[in-house]
Antibody, heavy 122, light 106 residues
Framework: QVQLAESGGGVVQPGRSRRLSCVASGFTFSTYSMHWVRQAPGKGLEWVSVISNDGTKTYYAESVKGRFTMSRDNAKDRLYLQMNSLRVEDTAIYYC???????????????WGQGILVTISS | DIQMTQSPSTLAASVGDRVTFTCRASQTISTWLAWYRQKPGEAPKLLIYKASSLESGVPSRFSGSGSGTEFTLTISSLQPDDFATYYCQQYSSYPITFGQGTRLEI
């Protein structure tokens, strides 16, 4: 079955960088677009970014544009989120999520990872 | 950005009750709407997509309706597993946006 597992979370100082990873299994990773969605502690869901199946196209929420970079390695079935210039307001559980399409068309999220907590604090 | 507003924020109900949640979009989104259930400490789980299509494996007590700007999620007979937070999500355009959630309490 489809499985997504995030890693790379932890406590990071404001202004520093962190890279999250998401390893996929149970499906042909290179077929599908992937997203990151985050959830601040006790708050609602916020869409962060999307990448096409071949990794050539990305799109970001305004709140992270210019600071976060999404990428993927289809040979390793891995998704990445490079987060730079981190702010306290980036503190959240970060989920990777799979849709059913392969391009940047907005979709609903069919499958979710278990999430990984990133805490931005000095 | 399309704003999604859910009501109520909190709803108290009992096992066996029929409950309905509402989600309103700030502009028309046709039927590009999904519903999720999220239990504490877990990832969201897809229940409904395209406003009224039941995701595979989701019990038939869940149903969705609506189009344009107003949508509803109905649970016909609450089960203990259903006490959780429910989110709507529009995927008509980017940025994808979610409602703030409705917490269903016992």
């Amino acid at each position: 079955q489809v499985q997504l597992a995030e890693s790379g979370g932890g406590v990071v100082q404001p202004g520093r960088s962190r890279r999250l990873s998401c390893v996929a299994s149970g499906f042909t990773f290179s077929t599908y677009s992937m997203h990151w969605v985050r959830q601040a502690p006790g708050k609602g869901l916020e869409w962060v970014s999307v990448i096409s199946n071949d990794g050539t196209k990305t799109y970001y929420a305004e709140s992270v544009k210019g600071r976060f970079t999404m990428s993927r390695d289809n040979a390793k079935d891995r998704l990445y989120l490079q987060m730079n210039s981190l702010r306290v307001e980036d503190t959240a559980i970060y989920y990777c999520a799979r849709v059913n399409g392969n391009d940047l068309t907005a979709e609903y999220f069919h499958h979710w990872g278990q999430g990984i907590l990133v805490t931005i604090s000095s | 950005d399309i704003q999604m507003t859910q009501s109520p924020s909190t709803l108290a109900a009992s096992v066996g009750d029929r409950v309905t949640f509402t989600c309103r979009a700030s502009q028309t989104i046709s039927t590009w709407l999904a519903w999720y259930r999220q239990k504490p400490g877990e990832a969201p789980k897809l229940l409904i997509y395209k406003a009224s299509s039941l995701e595979s494996g989701v019990p038939s007590r869940f149903s969705g309706s609506g189009s344009g700007t107003e949508f509803t999620l109905t649970i016909s007979s609450l089960q203990p597993d259903d006490f959780a937070t429910y989110y709507c999500q529009q995927y008509s355009s980017y940025p994808i946006t979610f409602g703030q959630g409705t917490r269903l309490e016992i």
